[in-house]
T-cell receptor
Framework: TQLLEQSPQFLSIQEGENLTVYCNSS?????LQWYRQEPGEGPVLLVT?????EVKKLKRLTFQFGDARKDSSLHITAAQPGDTGLYLC????????????FGTGTRLQVTL | GAGVSQTPSNKVTEKGKYVELRCDPI?????LYWYRQSLGQGPEFLIY????????DSGLPNDRFFAVRPEGSVSTLKIQRTERGDSAVYLC?????????????FGPGTRLTVL
């Protein structure tokens, strides 16, 4: 059974601060995705990373995939209240490409 | 609407009852997934359909859980003899085909409460 650990579980910061969320696994991902989920809604895909060492940027969000494809990070610069939500990483593993294994999530709250 | 829809949005039932949860995927999406999300947790995979057939049902917790997709579009998740531990949000997702990079689009979920 592949497990994804996310840290921190909770994060409360003020507007303008930077933050990083981590996602780690003991197994190698064939691909990894980051999602954001708001209350009462399903997760919405932010990014997919496939290649070890890959870095992708989405406005103030920077996603990095570890060289060994066992870990990933999400960095938010100058957080805004609109960034508040549950951030989930989800991985696909070799042989189970269509089945996503989700992390436990990081609940982010950004206050004014 | 163009997104994945799920009905009902909320379902309250008593222990031991039978429930059906419905998912309408995005038109043209051949792959459909069911996940279960317990409070404070990330979604947990249950089952995946490619067309009408269940391609991977390894996440179904036991034989009380069953899902169908008879015409390759709408899917129904069926839970027999519900237990309090079945209480969770049941999420459905669909994608164009399958594979590691295929984006899964999620519905809003059905919140199931077993009393």
């Amino acid at each position: 059974t592949q497990l994804l650990e996310q840290s921190p579980q909770f994060l409360s910061i003020q507007e303008g601060e930077n933050l990083t969320v981590y996602c780690n696994s003991s197994s190698v991902f064939s691909s990894l995705q980051w999602y954001r989920q708001e209350p009462g809604e399903g997760p919405v895909l932010l990014v997919t990373v496939v290649t070890g060492g890959e870095v992708k940027k989405l406005k103030r969000l920077t996603f990095q995939f570890g060289d060994a494809r066992k870990d990933s990070s999400l960095h938010i610069t100058a957080a805004q209240p609109g960034d508040t939500g549950l951030y989930l990483c989800a991985g696909s593993f070799t042989g189970t490409a269509s089945k996503l294994t989700f992390g436990t999530g990081t609940r982010l709250q950004v206050t004014l | 609407g163009a997104g994945v829809s799920q009905t009902p949005s909320n379902k309250v039932t008593e222990k031991g009852k039978y429930v059906e949860l419905r998912c309408d995927p995005i038109s043209g999406h051949t792959a459909l997934y069911w996940y279960r999300q317990s409070l404070g947790q990330g979604p947990e995979f249950l089952i995946y359909f490619q067309g009408t057939g269940a391609a991977d049902d390894s996440g179904l917790p036991n034989d009380r859980f069953f899902a169908v997709r008879p015409e390759g579009s709408v899917s129904t998740l069926k839970i027999q003899r519900t237990e309090r531990g079945d209480s969770a949000v049941y999420l459905c997702a669909s994608s164009l085909g399958s594979g590691r990079s295929r984006e899964q689009f999620f519905g809003p979920g059905t919140r199931l409460t077993v009393l």
